[in-house]
């Protein structure tokens, strides 16, 4: 994983909430997808500045733990819960390296996580790490590239992203540079690693039923911008979910 290109973004990293593609797909899918969190215990990996920490704390959520590689991330986290308390704890912590958390979690969340192993044994080292932090029959929900996008078609531009492949390929899969349209613009490099890559990883860790899910536009999106405004991104979408259970 790379921390540094984290750590330059900082708080900015809440902008990426606002852009069309993460506003009106991914957070309503992924948060439908997760379903409900009252009474449980939730572990936020790779919780970036805790957006999805708090969703969970707000809804319900016993406790939830943000885990974060960077640190300039986890005090941006730290900050907005001081600003507005819900009870949501942050550290810093690199998942491949996980250290024991002392408890076992009923729900585990990974936004953009394991596509940042390093190469297949840091994928199937996280996913034990997280399967180890697990209650057993707990759900560990996985949000990434998908590894299907094509970069040859119509942009995601009007969506607020733009995704260029790098020329590079890891063991995982084909690296790409993400750039969030903000002002100023947001860059951030990441593989996209193949769907047998992540399979393998979450089922050598000891997870089992692992469902793709495919990400939709909300009722909300469809009202604001109208179908044909998200016609290229439902012919190719960007992002895919997958769920798990230890």
């Avoid at 439908?32 to 009474?39: C, F, L, Q, T």
């Avoid at 308390?85 to 729900?107: A, T």
């Avoid at 009722?219 to 405004?229: I, K, P, Q, S």
Wanted: proline share 7%.
């Amino acid at each position: 994983m790379s921390v540094q290109q984290y750590d330059e973004i900082g708080e900015a990293f809440e902008g990426f909430k606002s852009l069309p593609l993460t506003r009106y797909a991914e957070v309503p899918g992924f948060l439908a997808m997760v379903g409900d969190v009252r009474g449980k215990s939730v572990l936020d990996l790779a919780s970036g500045t805790g957006f999805y920490s708090r969703e969970f704390k707000r809804r319900g959520a016993t406790e939830v733990l943000g885990i974060d590689i960077s640190g300039e991330m986890v005090a941006a986290a730290r900050k907005l819960e001081e600003y507005n308390p819900l009870g949501v704890r942050y550290e810093v912590g690199d998942v491949s390296e996980l250290r024991p958390l002392g408890r076992r979690f009923d729900v585990a969340a990974g936004v953009q996580l394991l596509n940042y192993a390093r190469d297949i044994a840091d994928m199937e080292r996280m996913c034990r790490n997280v399967h180890r932090s697990l209650a057993p029959g707990a759900e560990f929900f996985v949000l990434a590239q998908s590894p299907d996008y094509r970069p040859d078609v119509p942009s995601l531009e009007k969506y607020g992203f733009r995704c260029e492949p790098t020329g590079e390929e890891t063991e995982t899969g084909p690296r790409f540079r993400v750039t969030a349209l903000l002002d100023p613009p947001i860059s951030i490099t990441v593989a996209a690693p193949r769907r047998a890559v992540y399979e393998e990883s979450l089922r050598a860790a000891g997870f089992n039923e692992l469902t793709w899910v495919p990400l939709e536009v909300s009722d909300a999106g469809l009202r604001e911008y109208g179908a044909d405004f998200w016609a290229d991104f439902r012919a190719n979408p960007p992002l895919e979910m997958l769920r798990c259970r230890a």
